[in-house]
């Protein structure tokens, strides 16, 4: 596709339960990153793939929080044990190289709730 | 509803008049800079970006400043249209790969 893809683009979860978010970067790019977005509150970091090594995940909340990427290309979110504090727009975004020569491209989000 | 922002700072404009967006980034060793716009429901849309050995850049209808002095960064609209309406995020990179987002002002245009 033209841009970041992300799915699903809702998801609704019982508090305890695992939920895995996926994103689809643009073709060609390198690098891979997790943004979370509370209401009200501005983007914060959570991981940053360059191919399929992450040598940023210091922005996950918690161990409950994990992600992968295969292939150079998609990545998925894994959160465990869902929280209520987890409740967010989680924002996956890529770029071409990834060190600072490109910007960041963003998909459109998954807006989670854990109810 | 709102999905981002409800406590952002406002800034209110007419159609047509100019409008200027500020910014204060913290790292006086960010090296890039970016200007994001964020339609509610949607992801950051990409403005425009300036690397710290200029200090102006023009795009389409906008322009960023950036002062390295103060670590101020500005972005202007021109002509500003109802479609301008959003909230605009500055970020920064301070010489690593993680961006690192200001809080946002949210651009409301009024005919």
């Known amino acids: 596709g033209a841009g970041v893809s992300q799915s699903p683009s809702n998801k609704v979860t019982e508090k305890g339960k695992d939920v895995e978010l996926r994103c689809d970067p643009i073709?060609?790019?390198?690098?891979l990153y997790w943004y979370r977005q509370s209401l009200g509150q501005g983007l914060e970091f959570l991981i940053y793939?360059?191919?399929?090594?992450?040598?940023?995940k210091s922005g996950l909340p918690s161990d409950r929080f994990s992600a992968e990427r295969t292939g150079g290309s998609v990545s998925t979110l894994t959160i465990q044990r869902t929280q209520q504090e987890d409740s967010a727009v989680y924002l996956c975004?890529?770029?071409?190289?990834?060190?600072?020569?490109?910007?960041?491209?963003f998909g459109n989000g998954t807006r989670l709730t854990v109810t | 509803g709102e999905s981002v922002g409800l406590h952002l700072p406002t800034l209110s404009v007419q159609e047509g008049d100019n409008s200027i967006i500020n910014c204060a980034y913290s790292n006086s060793a960010s090296d890039y800079f970016i200007w994001y716009k964020q339609e509610s429901g949607k992801g950051p849309q990409f403005i425009i970006d300036i690397r710290s050995n200029m200090d102006k850049r023009q795009g389409q209808r906008v322009t960023v400043l950036l002062n390295k002095t103060v670590k101020h960064l500005s972005l202007q609209i021109a002509a500003t249209q109802p479609g301008d309406s959003a909230v605009y995020f500055c970020?920064?990179?301070?010489?690593?790969?993680?961006?690192?987002f200001g809080t946002g002002t949210r651009l409301q245009v009024f005919p």
């Open positions: 793939f360059q191919g399929n090594s992450a040598p940023d």
């Open positions: 073709s060609g790019h390198t690098a």
């Open positions: 970020a920064e990179i301070p010489n690593t790969d993680k961006l690192i």
């Open positions: 975004a890529s770029s071409l190289m990834g060190r600072t020569n490109s910007p960041l491209h």
